[in-house]
């Protein structure tokens, strides 16, 4: 009888944890789903169902097949560069090849791009790849590269990589300093004893200090992954999915579907697929990561 | 004892979470769909008045850049001292963050009782659901009013059914703007056929310098292009069946004509037109890098901060000899104020805006922020040639058709965007564009029922 008492105390202590998880991540998602049947606006008085044809406009649509391009091109590339790149950079920065003050002052310029707000970094990039007054055009001029000048934000193959390539530089440094805690956090014996071992630097990282940090990097991958799919700002800020759609991605469609396009059910639509995207990578990446395994 | 005291405690603490989190719930809900309930009942809510004799007005408007902001702040001021018993509570944000963030305030309570409303579709939308208070009765309660507003501009924020949502604030058009000075050494004449304009950009280009500045990176500006060229390739009946979403077809082969048109242009612009906003290719216009510039009237304001000591002119747009539309047509629209179907205060706001948009303010308006409202006579006393020929432009046309991105369904209009940026940049061709565009409207004749 004491026992069952005793037993209701931690659920107590769950239930605001859960109503607040409840109210503000499956309630949402779940109500996400039902407007995704419907045509409403943001402003309408009536919903229309219309059962799974926002699915059917949404996979039919045009725009589809380059959304998803665009975004598989951001996730893959900035895997390569953020994740790939940024934990190499932290293990040089972790490696016995820098003084100490060198490294603190290389990781704080590496992480910097990622404190500045993104509207801004997209403002300043707009006028980097200006065609006529920026600064990227006459930088190829003033180096005899004249003839690799473009119009970069404007041609419509070159967009969606000037607006990764932002991101790269924005957010390697990032996942550079993530690393570097992770790294820092692997215990100096085992280090050691691959040295006494034998072990060179490349022997250590591949075999001691990657695995040793592989949650972290999972966790990485994930971000990026997940970032990679509701990227929004970056393209809101400067080409607005354009030149014709050719920059455009999920995020933004969903966006202007919502508040555009009076298309609430449209825009919930894409926010499903969304979901369903990002929670179907993370799943199977805890999965071939085996996490919580070394 | 202790144990009951800590249960007691974690229960009132978890009810005390999951009240403040009903609590949250309950405004979401109704950011969205619930709107639409409240609309029906909005009036009821409403209806009690603001604590003591204070009514609060709130308002919402997109100009928040100077000299137009401090101007609205100020003529607020004076009817706010002018009227004690009136408060007002304003808030503003740029065009494009306006046009989304009226769309969720304007279901929902916190709809503001006087704001900012495009004429054309964007209103309309609103009127479907009622969310427009009608001005008509308050406009013929007051026939002086009526009158005193001219009719051209007034007839855009008119319906169909004759039905008037809102009262302008400034009044616009498109016109070229050209350099006088590039035009006099080259000895070129203003263009009046569409055959002329292309010999003049040839001489143009022929002297080296770039003719056309046109920055396209935000899509309407390229939109302006085709709504004026639609005006004279398409006749007026077919184009006011396609801009109607319901029976929109865009079939007519004028739409691919006036994208041939537009693509004749396409070589003489800047480089990179899709790259640029329009605010930078009109840097290369008032910098002297380019001859002509496709702006509105109320670009004026900047052309002459940008460059003060320019001499420009402008041109209205060519006149395509044989074309099936209408050349007399002048593209703009007045921009202006709109009243919510909810106001608890529909006598105070009309007041109001009889003042803020009448002749007296109007011809301060147009002293010093070089716009003009809809109010007759508020060119009197204007000094500036420029503003005066401006206002001619206005003044003198028979028929407004605004601008084609406020004209179009919204899906209509981001496929027509979108096109019209591909076939900038050469990918699409005209036929194909149309195709696509057509795909949309038809889509789109399902979608507004």
């Not at chain 1, 069952?4 to 605001?16: F, G, R």
């Not at chain 1, 530089?169 to 805690?181: A, D, E």
């Not at chain 2, 949502?165 to 000895?187: C, S, T, W």
């Not at chain 2, 004509?257 to 612009?269: D, H, N, R, S």
Request: net charge negative.
């Amino acid at each position: 009888m004491k026992k069952k008492k005793t037993n209701l105390t931690p659920y107590l202590y769950i239930i605001p944890g859960l109503l607040m998880v409840l109210g503000l991540v499956y309630i949402p998602v779940i109500v996400n789903l039902v407007y995704s049947l419907f045509h409403l606006s943001s402003y309408s008085s009536s919903m229309r169902f219309v059962g799974l044809d926002n699915y059917r406009r949404l996979f039919t649509n045009d725009t589809f097949p380059i959304m998803m391009r665009n975004n598989i091109y951001y996730c893959v590339i900035s895997l390569i560069v953020q994740v790939g790149f940024g934990t190499f950079l932290a293990l040089l920065l972790e490696s016995k090849l820098a003084g100490e003050r060198f490294k603190t002052i290389c990781r704080n310029i590496y992480f910097i791009p990622s404190l500045v707000s993104l509207t801004a970094v997209g403002l300043m990039f707009n006028f980097i790849y200006n065609p006529q007054l920026g600064m990227l055009n006459a930088l190829l001029k003033n180096i005899g590269m004249a003839n690799l000048q473009q119009t970069w934000l404007g041609d419509k193959n070159l967009a969606i990589f000037c607006i990764i390539a932002m991101s790269q530089w924005q957010f390697t440094g990032y996942i550079t300093l993530l690393m570097v805690v992770a790294f820092q956090n692997v215990p100096n014996d085992y280090v050691e004893a691959a040295i006494i071992d034998g072990a060179g630097p490349v022997r250590r990282a591949l075999s001691i200090i990657l695995p040793l940090a592989k949650e972290q990097l999972l966790v990485c991958t994930i971000i990026t992954v997940i970032g990679a799919f509701k990227l929004f700002t970056e393209v809101y800020s400067t080409t607005v999915g354009g030149p014709g759609n050719s920059s455009q991605v999920l995020g933004l469609f969903l966006y202007q579907n919502a508040f555009l396009h009076d298309d609430m059910g449209m825009a919930a639509a894409t926010g499903v697929l969304i979901f369903i995207i990002t929670v179907t990578a993370s799943i199977f990446q805890l999965k071939i990561s085996r996490s919580g395994e070394v | 004892m202790k144990k009951n005291l800590k249960k007691t405690l974690s229960i009132g603490l978890a009810a005390m979470m999951a009240l403040s989190l009903a609590g949250c719930g309950g405004s979401d809900t109704s950011a969205t769909p619930a709107a639409g309930d409240t609309a029906a009942g909005g009036e009821a809510s409403q209806a009690a008045p603001a604590s003591g004799d204070v009514k609060t007005i709130k308002l919402f408007h997109r100009f928040p850049d100077d000299p137009c902001n401090a101007f609205i702040e100020k003529k607020i001021a004076e009817y706010e001292a002018a009227h004690p018993d009136i408060k007002f509570e304003v808030t503003s944000a740029q065009n494009q963050p306006y046009k989304e963030k009226i769309k969720v305030v304007v279901g929902s309570d916190e709809c503001p009782d006087i704001f900012f409303s495009f004429c054309g579709e964007f209103s309309e939308r609103f009127i479907r659901e009622g969310l427009l208070m009608d001005l008509t009765p308050y406009l013929e309660a007051d026939p002086e009013w009526k009158e005193s507003l001219m009719e051209t501009q007034m007839d855009e924020y008119t319906t169909a059914d004759g039905m008037v949502y809102g009262i302008p604030f400034r009044l616009d058009a498109k016109e070229f703007f050209y350099n006088v000075d590039m035009f006099n050494d080259l000895g070129l004449e203003v263009p009046e056929t569409w055959d002329d304009f292309i010999k003049v950009l040839d001489a143009i280009q022929a002297s080296g310098v770039v003719p056309i500045a046109e920055g396209n990176q935000d899509k309407w500006p390229g939109a302006h292009y085709l709504g004026a060229l639609n005006e004279q390739c398409v006749p007026d009946e077919v184009r006011a069946k396609d801009y109607d979403p319901k029976t929109g077809e865009f079939t007519d082969p004028g739409y691919v004509e006036a994208f041939k048109y537009y693509q004749q242009l396409v070589p003489y612009m800047n480089m990179g037109v899709n790259g640029m906003t329009h605010d930078m290719a009109r840097l290369g216009f008032t910098n002297g890098q380019n001859a002509i510039l496709f702006a509105e009237l109320v670009e004026i304001t900047n052309i002459k901060q940008e460059n003060p000591d320019m001499n420009w002119g402008m041109f209205k747009f060519p006149v395509i000899e044989g074309a099936k539309g209408n050349p007399d047509l002048v593209s703009g629209a007045p921009e202006g104020f709109a009243i919510s179907s909810k106001t608890a205060y529909p006598d105070e706001c009309i007041e109001f805006l009889k003042w803020f948009l009448g002749p007296e303010t109007g011809a301060q308006q147009a002293a010093e922020v070089g716009w003009f409202n809809a109010s007759l006579g508020v060119d009197e006393g204007l000094t500036d040639p420029s503003l005066v020929s401006a206002y001619e432009v206005i003044a003198n046309a028979k028929k407004m058709d605004i601008w084609f991105d406020n004209a179009l369904y919204s899906t209509v209009c981001d496929e027509y965007l979108t096109q019209i940026s591909d076939i900038t940049n050469g990918d699409v061709t005209p036929e194909d564009a149309m195709a696509k565009i057509q795909k949309v409207a038809a889509e789109a004749q399902n979608l507004a029922q």
